[in-house]
């Protein structure tokens, strides 16, 4: 079986169709076997001898699914409204144990999309986001650039690791005679990263063979997920199926990333996000609900954010697609060298080359001329196939790879903003990532609320 996605370009919208047609077994005997449609449109393989046999339907699951285009229908605000219509009702018939605390986490790009579109700064975005959605019924909105922290955080630490042990194999081997040195190959390196849903079921459906190489660090989504449904079911004393959490992202595969069954606890019978809503959801539950954000009041915005001591939000350094080259290498650079102030995302201490396609970019940390690490940012799915050629072909020089789906990145989503006619997409794409790199930025290392978890 295949799936096949019609009338794509190399970025996707939730627009298009899937289909997925079923295996047939054919023998010499059936090649002039017929197909035919009834007037309810059922088909039929009409046989030689007349005999007629109803054909199975084919059908998507989302293990079929390659990528955004299949929406869920336990992934859409309508459901949310009916967590937050059940609570309402089980408030007024006294039945407080069928109550869920419902809590909404909203990643930095939507939140930069939105800021965009109403002339909004990425506060003011945040704090009316925060009282609409109050408003609406639900109990805590946290931000995901405080569960990004700990992604880049196991990120460079599962780097350092690997790397280490990919230098240590290498010496043995050196030492070794070719028969015996085979057993220690190991595909450490080079490492690819793994907050892209897009990216990770691309590589499952049609490359396995790269699947080692792929970090097993968790997205923030679904650390957040983590953190809600562990940490905060603990400190507010329910359990993780008594809390209802939804996350606010830029893209429409992180629906079937929430969706995945590597994110559901058995025990509790819930998964880590029950709900995931894209950016232009959000603004259609605006509409929804008569609300206009930029006459809107304010909340307070809550500790699982990312913020100063003076409520200003903090973000991280490096790209709109989370900054995970950026710090990996300047975290790897201190720990496996002892370097100190390299600053990737100004260029200094590294050499950047953009490549023929802007979506394809290395980064390489030198000595005198000669690299010690070299990464790559590799958007949109031409930059990942040339990747994915290299790889197969035993011609990659890269320690680490950044990978993402979308070109441009995580702020040109396919759950993100679009301008109206008048606006290129080139120039909505880069006025978007100007608003999000607004926000000041601050290293995971220094967020005191994460090492607080840590402890």
Not at 169 to 179: E, P, T, V, Y
Request: aromatic share 8%; with cysteine; glycine share 8%.
């Amino acid at each position: 079986m295949s799936v096949l996605l019609k009338d794509l370009n190399d970025y996707i919208a939730p627009s298009q169709a899937c289909i997925k047609p079923v295996e047939v077994n054919k023998t010499a005997t059936e090649s002039s076997n017929v197909i035919k449609i009834d007037d309810s449109g059922g088909y039929y393989e009409v046989f030689q001898d007349g005999v007629e046999t109803k054909l199975e339907t084919a059908r998507i699951t989302l293990d079929d699914c390659l990528a955004c285009s299949v929406l869920i229908t336990t992934q859409t605000h309508e459901e949310l409204y009916n967590v937050l219509k059940s609570n309402k009702q089980a408030v007024r018939e006294g039945r407080v144990d069928n109550v869920k605390t419902v809590v909404v986490s909203i990643a930095p790009q939507s939140r930069a999309s939105i800021a965009a579109m109403y002339k909004l700064s990425p506060l003011q975005v945040a704090r009316r986001l925060t009282h609409f959605f109050r408003s609406l019924g639900v109990d805590y909105v946290f931000d995901t650039s405080f569960s990004r922290d700990f992604s880049l955080l196991e990120s460079a630490r599962e780097f350092v690791q690997r790397y280490r042990g990919f230098q240590e194999r290498q010496r043995q081997k050196l030492s070794l005679n070719d028969d015996k040195s085979k057993g220690l190959d190991d595909p450490s390196l080079p490492m690819l990263a793994s907050s892209c849903p897009g990216w990770i079921c691309y590589a499952e459906k049609t490359h396995g063979s790269v699947l080692p190489y792929i970090s097993q660090t968790k997205s923030p989504q679904q650390i957040m997920g983590s953190i809600v449904k562990d940490y905060f079911a603990k400190k507010i004393g329910v359990t993780p199926n008594n809390i209802y959490h939804v996350g606010i992202m830029m893209c429409y595969d992180k629906k079937l990333e929430a969706s995945r069954s590597d994110f559901f606890d058995e025990k509790y019978q819930t998964r880590d996000v029950d709900c995931v809503i894209t950016t232009v959801e959000v603004v259609k539950m605006f509409g929804e609900q008569n609300y206009d954000i930029k006459e809107s009041p304010e909340l307070p915005l809550h500790s699982l954010t990312k913020t100063t001591q003076e409520g200003q939000l903090l973000g991280s350094a490096g790209s709109a697609s989370g900054g995970f080259l950026e710090f990996i290498l300047e975290y790897s650079a201190r720990e496996l060298f002892g370097m100190t102030g390299i600053d990737v995302d100004g260029e200094k201490g590294v050499v950047v080359k953009t490549g023929r396609n802007k979506d394809f970019k290395e980064t390489t940390l030198e000595v005198e001329g000669k690299p010690l690490l070299k990464f790559a940012s590799a958007y949109g799915f031409r930059s990942i196939q040339n990747i994915i050629r290299k790889m197969k072909g035993g011609n990659i020089q890269y320690h680490y790879v950044e990978v993402m789906a979308c070109p441009s990145g995580c702020i040109n989503g396919g759950g993100q903003l679009r301008p109206d006619g008048t606006v290129p997409i080139k120039d909505w794409i880069a006025k978007v990532n100007d608003v999000y790199r607004s926000v000041d930025s601050s290293s995971p290392e220094q967020n005191e609320t994460v090492q607080n978890l840590y402890r």
